[in-house]
């Protein structure tokens, strides 16, 4: 397994800060927000009643309960408690999804470009990752790529909408063919939704729990809390899968992380109950990465040579940057260095999505760093030229 490229890009901007100088961070896919304190209020609730002790591995029934009647509220879905299990956070349900299913010379469909991890799970259970090319596509999965890609050995499929990296959200039609092309060919379909509330208008928020509970016989659902809440460092998720799937994974869970936090759960729970507060949070923080998404993908296509598709969800913005390459920096990892070394401007090199070339930026970060971001990226870049 390798190590995380995103992980790697931070650990840069920290030895920087570490140093005394002054960094433009645009590696990490964390939101900027706080937890939002009525959140916080039911962690602390949560303490002072005493939830500090083991809970069950598939996590607490009100929990799962919670999750169950907040999908069926909001989404309509008709699965129960016993189709979830929590998680910490969302990296460990898909490792537990993948790592339950995928056997020794499996193959693992991924469209690129994909989040880092997903190849190295698969790779750790010893399947073999078979990549969908989808720039003709301009990074939308299409539903014809993946019934050319399936073979007999073909096991699993990995969906991630809102794209991490390049905020891409494939329709709703598209996902529902893919699931059905799937079924039929026998093959399973991990859906990563971990940004799922970070949808822009006029693209719809969809999840592949809203449709017939049937579809659960070949789908898992991962989901997290840490984007969509800005809860990244609660570790709380959670997969939503038939319930032989999720006795599985439970299993598996029972034998590593035992279970998430218990009074993270609580927290969790009420924060899924309480529908209102959530969907104003969730809302003020959309409402912001609209506005900073339009600035700054429109100063990004001011630059000369560079290239980017407006996502339509999550946080991040794919530049291809293959134009500007040059001798000075002959690849997407030398111009990430070459602006990190002289601009002190952290980026994310697209080599770890699966994407020689581009580079991803992460706008979740003020409108300050973002402007800065722009201006030293434009100087460079015209400097490098002359």
């Known amino acids: 397994m390798k ?3 995103t992980l790697k890009a931070a650990l840069a901007a920290t030895r920087l800060r570490e140093q005394g100088i002054e960094v433009i961070d645009l590696t990490v896919g964390e939101p900027d927000f706080d937890t939002p304190e009525f959140i916080k209020d039911y962690a602390i609730e949560a303490l002072r009643s005493g939830i500090t002790k083991y809970t069950p591995g598939a996590g607490m ?4 309960n919670a999750v169950a009647e907040n999908y069926a509220r909001n989404f309509g879905a008709t699965f129960g408690p016993e189709n979830v299990a929590a998680s910490c956070g969302g990296k460990q349900g898909l490792f537990n999804a993948i ?11 991924i469209p690129k470009p994909y989040w880092v991890t ?3 799970i698969v790779t750790f259970c010893g399947g073999t ?6 720039e003709e596509t301009g990074f939308v999965l299409d539903p014809q790529q993946v019934a050319d890609a399936i073979t007999d050995k073909t096991k699993l499929l990995i969906l991630n909408s809102p794209s991490n990296p390049s905020g891409r959200v494939i329709p709703a039609s598209k996902m529902l063919e893919i699931f059905d092309i799937c079924a039929e060919k026998g093959v399973y379909v991990v859906t990563d939704e971990c940004y799922l509330q970070f949808v822009y208008p006029p693209e719809e928020v969809f999840t592949a729990a809203s449709l ?6 070949h789908v898992c659902i991962s989901a997290s809390f840490s984007k969509t809440y800005a809860m990244t460092g609660w570790r709380m998720g959670f997969t939503i899968a038939k319930e032989s799937w999720t006795k599985q994974m439970i299993k598996l869970q029972s034998h590593s992380a035992t279970h998430p936090t218990s009074f993270a759960q609580y927290a969790c729970a009420k924060a899924l109950e309480n529908d209102d507060k959530t969907a104003e949070s969730i809302g003020t923080m959309l409402e912001e990465y609209i506005r900073r998404r339009d600035w700054f993908i429109n ?3 001011g630059i000369q040579g560079l290239r980017v598709e407006m996502p339509e969800g999550a946080f991040y913005a794919f530049v291809d940057v293959r134009d500007i390459l040059c001798e ?5 990892a030398d111009f990430v260095d070459a602006i990190l070394n002289e601009r002190a401007l952290v980026a994310t090199d697209g080599t770890g999505f699966g994407a020689e070339g581009f580079v991803r930026l992460s706008y979740a970060t003020s409108m300050a760093n973002l402007e800065k971001a722009v201006a030293e990226l434009g100087s460079f870049i015209s400097e490098s030229k002359s």
Request: avoid cysteine; charged fraction near 20%.
């Open 212 to 217: 017939p509970i049937d579809y659960l016989n």
């Open 3 to 5: 190590g995380s490229s």
């Open 299 to 301: 100063a990004l296509r």
């Open 61 to 64: 029934t009100m929990f799962r």
């Open 328 to 332: 000075k920096f002959p690849t997407s």
């Open 129 to 134: 990752n078979v990549y969908i090319e989808t």
């Open 118 to 120: 997903y190849p190295e």
């Open 99 to 109: 790592a339950t299913l995928v056997n020794e010379g499996d193959e693992v469909l």
